[in-house]
Nanobody, 120 residues
């Protein structure tokens, strides 16, 4: 089970850190990803990290602003979001899969989503 948290309301240019805590099993060997879905739009890829934590990949518009990382001791994956823009407003979901990291939605486990709202 995955629990996403850390969303909120922030002004453009601000920062937020999202957390995705796993329970019930260890996800430390699983690839993890963050996705987001804005109103009226499809869920889209944001970032993914390998099971080892050594490889990351980002969607183009967030590269250089967002950082995905994991703390294996806490069984948690994070998304540090800096220089937030109004277009980053969406519900953010974390996900995990037992095999290689990917940028599509074919993940095995999903968190419930956390709302991020960026005001101008």
């Amino acid at each position: 089970q995955l629990q996403a948290s850390g969303g909120g309301l922030v002004q453009a240019g601000g920062s937020l850190r999202l957390s995705c805590a796993a329970s019930g099993r260890t996800f430390n060997a699983y690839a993890a990803g963050w996705f987001r879905q804005a109103p009226g739009k499809e869920r889209e890829f944001v970032a993914t990290i390998s099971g080892t934590g050594g490889t990351m990949s980002y969607e183009g518009s967030v590269r250089g602003r967002f950082t995905i990382f994991r703390d294996k001791a806490k069984n948690t994956v994070y998304l540090q979001m800096n220089s937030l823009e109004v277009d980053d407003t969406a519900v953010y979901y974390c996900a995990a899969r037992a095999t290689a990291m990917i940028s599509t939605t074919q993940y095995d486990y999903w968190g419930q989503g956390t709302q991020v709202t960026v005001s101008s």
